[in-house]
């Protein structure tokens, strides 16, 4: 029974995961616009203990169940969070968050 409660719960949570997508335009060079990204990764790493990692030009994250990555485009930067169902009450707090990260750094 407690299998069944826990896989019910997992396909709640993979089904309907919130995301939170943000597109910002910058006037950077590619290698700055990469190294602010970075520092917006670096200061979750040190802060809130996230691993990230980068695929291209996606820098791609993760913390407590939560997924994220920003794309690092030639006049914008991409976000895109998904969180899991216990961290949808904070959606409001972290997209806040983001934006004053971006407003830092960008």
């Known amino acids: 029974m407690l299998q069944g409660l826990r896989a019910n719960l997992e396909a ?3 089904v309907d995961m919130p995301q939170i997508n943000i597109k910002r335009s910058h006037t950077l060079d590619h290698a700055t616009a990469r190294q602010r990204a970075e520092k917006i990764a670096d200061k979750l790493k040190s802060e809130l203990n996230a691993h990230y990692s ?6 791609k994250l993760q913390h407590a ?41 960008l």
């Open 65 to 105: 169940g939560a997924e994220g990555s920003i794309h690092v485009g030639a006049t914008e930067l991409h976000i895109q969070v998904k969180l899991p169902f216990l961290l949808r009450p904070l959606r409001a707090s972290i997209e806040r968050a983001i934006h004053e990260q971006l407003e830092k750094h």
């Open 12 to 14: 709640i949570d993979n």
């Open 54 to 59: 980068w695929e291209g030009d996606h820098l």
